[in-house]
């Protein structure tokens, strides 16, 4: 179908629903003079948003905060779209055997037959346009024979992004007409939505991520990550290592193959942990659904994380001031934190320190006079972030999404085990990574992430020096001028020779020192 066609297709639904809607709405025993009532009192109006706040009194003023809202904090609207589109998939009807099968040849570019030795063509999951199919491999790929196939339906991506076209061509229009949807950025934020929608459906992207975090986690005995298997992902198809499991939240099935739940409630809390704040690339909208439990002879009682195409990632800045933040709010530092504040950009240049520092204590301390099982790292760390909010200040949307992803898993580990010490947990992880942050550990990080800048800078360095002599020499007038410049040659060259045998020193030391520990 024609894009255009197609665009004014759905806007004709659109329309035509939202007629019915109103006809709905209207009284029973005189629907056409409330409409035509409706009709006239917004046209008599002079500004639409207000007309709309008279006529709909509850739903204007509601829905114009909304808007505002999400124009100011995006990262709510990314949230809110994927609890959406996951409370639906249960709605979504699988394709049938024969056309799963059809799907899944053409994704892949040739029969079934010539790569698996068995296919399950009933989904053994379904969701929203995707599927996903059990199968076992005519020959083994890194040792694995069985497989599962993620499937996205062709069909149903197009018309998602017909609809995306339609909803970015009505922001366009209503840009050009509404100086309110210019306010509100419209045609960002369809965009936006389009971008994030896509995302979700990228399986290239899925398998990249998947892949990245098997690495971070490799030979991690607390979680099992999928392997993925490259030479079968295609746009449509993502492949990878079948792992037989249970959802984190089936506490009879856990019981039932004798897995520990106090453990593993310490190592979702642990693993969401690291996965944020050491690593920097995290889930970005995890739930329960997406926490699963192995119950594999090998892996049994190992974490699983699932669906891995919405990802988020924190930059090094913001992961160091998460890490060294969250420490100082633990051990009640709240000047310290203050300062952070501040020195990060989170609020006016003009803020006081002490007034951020007295807000952050009023917030905080309630959380340290409750009782140890009843306190909650997820919610310290809401007020870690958002205290800024009363100065006009605001931290990255990234932050704000991985303090809410470490919310969710600490409520799925106190579903697990209402004992579990969530507070003491998080703590001592963020302690640790603060602790690498700055020990020789941190210290060779940060070397090898300026390695890069200064092997552009070092091949310069004869050359400035050389520039810096021809500007003294040129100042230089007279000759005790002149020999006060080549003292101070001197000087500089026995000050770098010293420097460049203490490096030298220094670095033998680490090096040895790095080689026994890892003995």
């Given at each position: 179908?024609?894009?255009?066609?197609?665009?004014?297709?759905?806007?004709?639904?659109?329309?035509?629903?939202?007629?019915?809607?109103l006809?709905l709405?209207?009284?029973?025993?005189?629907?056409?003079?409330?409409?035509?009532?409706?009709?006239?009192?917004?046209?008599?109006?002079?500004?639409?948003?207000?007309?709309?706040?008279?006529?709909?009194?509850?739903?204007?003023?509601l829905?114009?905060?909304?808007?505002?809202?999400?124009?100011?904090?995006?990262?709510?609207?990314?949230?809110?779209?994927?609890?959406?589109?996951?409370?639906?998939?249960?709605?979504?009807?699988?394709?049938?055997?024969?056309?799963?099968?059809?799907?899944?040849?053409?994704?892949?570019?040739?029969?079934?037959?010539?790569?698996?030795s068995?296919?399950?063509?009933?989904?053994?999951?379904?969701?929203?346009?995707?599927?996903?199919?059990?199968?076992?491999?005519?020959?083994?790929?890194?040792?694995?024979?069985?497989?599962?196939?993620?499937?996205?339906?062709?069909?149903?991506?197009?018309?998602?992004?017909?609809?995306?076209?339609?909803?970015?061509?009505?922001?366009?229009?209503?840009?050009?007409?509404?100086g309110?949807?210019?306010?509100?950025?419209?045609?960002?934020?369809?965009?936006?939505?389009?971008?994030?929608?896509l995302?979700?459906?990228?399986?290239?992207?899925?398998?990249?991520?998947?892949s990245?975090?098997?690495?971070?986690?490799?030979g991690?005995?607390?979680?099992?990550?999928?392997?993925?298997?490259?030479?079968?992902?295609?746009?449509?198809?993502?492949?990878?290592?079948?792992?037989?499991?249970?959802?984190?939240?089936?506490?009879?099935?856990?019981?039932?193959?004798?897995?520990?739940?106090?453990?593993?409630?310490?190592?979702?809390?642990?693993?969401?942990?690291?996965?944020?704040?050491?690593?920097?690339?995290?889930?970005?909208?995890?739930?329960?659904?997406?926490?699963?439990?192995?119950?594999?002879?090998?892996?049994?009682?190992?974490?699983?994380?699932?669906?891995?195409?919405?990802?988020?990632?924190?930059?090094?800045?913001?992961?160091?001031?998460?890490?060294?933040?969250?420490?100082?709010?633990?051990?009640?530092?709240?000047?310290?934190?203050?300062?952070?504040?501040?020195?990060?950009?989170?609020?006016?240049?003009?803020?006081?320190?002490?007034?951020?520092?007295?807000?952050?204590?009023?917030?905080a301390?309630a959380?340290?006079?409750?009782?140890?099982?009843?306190?909650?790292?997820?919610?310290?760390?809401?007020h870690?972030?958002?205290?800024?909010?009363?100065?006009?200040?605001?931290?990255?949307?990234?932050?704000?999404?991985?303090?809410?992803?470490?919310?969710?898993?600490?409520?799925?580990?106190?579903?697990?085990?209402?004992?579990?010490?969530?507070?003491?947990?998080?703590?001592?992880?963020?302690a640790?990574?603060?602790?690498?942050?700055?020990?020789?550990?941190?210290?060779?990080?940060?070397?090898?992430?300026?390695?890069?800048?200064?092997?552009?800078?070092?091949?310069?360095?004869?050359?400035?020096?050389?520039?810096?002599?021809?500007?003294e020499?040129?100042?230089?007038?007279?000759?005790?001028?002149?020999?006060?410049?080549?003292?101070?040659?001197g000087r500089?060259?026995?000050?770098?020779?010293?420097?460049?045998?203490?490096?030298?020193?220094?670095?033998?030391?680490?090096?040895?020192?790095?080689?026994?520990?890892?003995?």
């Open positions: 179908m024609p894009p255009l066609f197609r665009r004014l297709l759905l806007l004709f639904h659109a329309l035509r629903y939202g007629a019915r809607l006809w709405a209207a009284p029973a025993d005189h629907k056409l003079h409330w409409i035509i009532g409706l009709a006239g009192r917004l046209h008599a109006a002079g500004r639409g948003g207000q007309s709309l706040n008279r006529v709909l009194p509850a739903l204007g003023p829905a114009g905060r909304f808007a505002q809202t999400l124009a100011e904090r995006p990262e709510l609207a990314s949230g809110t779209l994927h609890d959406a589109i996951d409370a639906i998939d249960h709605m979504e009807a699988p394709l049938p055997p024969h056309e799963s099968e059809q799907a899944l040849a053409r994704a892949f570019g040739r029969p079934l037959a010539t790569l698996f068995a296919v399950d063509l009933v989904p053994v999951r379904g969701g929203f346009a995707e599927q996903t199919h059990l199968a076992r491999l005519v020959a083994p790929v890194n040792g694995h024979y069985e497989v599962a196939i993620k499937l996205v339906r062709a069909d149903q991506l197009q018309q998602i992004g017909d609809e995306l076209a339609l909803l970015r061509w009505v922001a366009r229009w209503l840009e050009n007409l509404s309110t949807a210019r306010r509100l950025h419209l045609r960002a934020q369809a965009q936006s939505f389009t971008d994030d929608i995302r979700r459906f990228d399986l290239r992207a899925e398998a990249a991520n998947l990245q975090t098997g690495h971070h986690f490799d991690d005995a607390r979680i099992v990550v999928p392997d993925v298997i490259w030479d079968l992902c295609t746009t449509y198809t993502l492949t990878m290592q079948r792992v037989s499991t249970l959802p984190a939240s089936d506490l009879a099935g856990l019981h039932a193959h004798h897995i520990k739940l106090a453990p593993l409630a310490a190592h979702i809390v642990e693993v969401v942990t690291e996965q944020a704040f050491e690593h920097g690339f995290f889930h970005a909208t995890l739930d329960a659904r997406r926490v699963r439990v192995s119950i594999g002879p090998d892996t049994l009682g190992r974490l699983v994380l699932a669906e891995f195409s919405i990802m988020s990632s924190l930059s090094t800045d913001e992961r160091e001031f998460f890490v060294h933040g969250a420490t100082a709010l633990f051990d009640q530092d709240y000047a310290r934190l203050a300062e952070m504040h501040r020195d990060a950009g989170h609020v006016p240049h003009d803020t006081r320190a002490e007034v951020l520092e007295a807000e952050l204590r009023t917030r301390e959380h340290f006079a409750a009782e140890p099982e009843d306190r909650s790292a997820g919610s310290l760390f809401h870690l972030l958002h205290a800024v909010q009363p100065f006009e200040g605001a931290v990255p949307a990234r932050l704000a999404t991985a303090q809410r992803s470490f919310q969710q898993a600490e409520m799925l580990a106190r579903a697990l085990h209402p004992g579990v010490d969530t507070w003491n947990i998080t703590r001592g992880v963020l640790d990574i603060a602790r690498r942050d700055i020990d020789h550990r941190g210290w060779i990080k940060r070397i090898a992430r300026e390695l890069p800048h200064l092997a552009h800078m070092l091949p310069r360095m004869p050359q400035l020096a050389v520039r810096y002599l021809q500007q020499h040129d100042r230089a007038r007279t000759p005790q001028q002149n020999a006060r410049l080549v003292a101070e040659i500089e060259y026995r000050r770098t020779r010293v420097l460049l045998w203490a490096c030298a020193v220094c670095g033998g030391a680490l090096g040895a020192g790095t080689v026994l520990l890892m003995w």
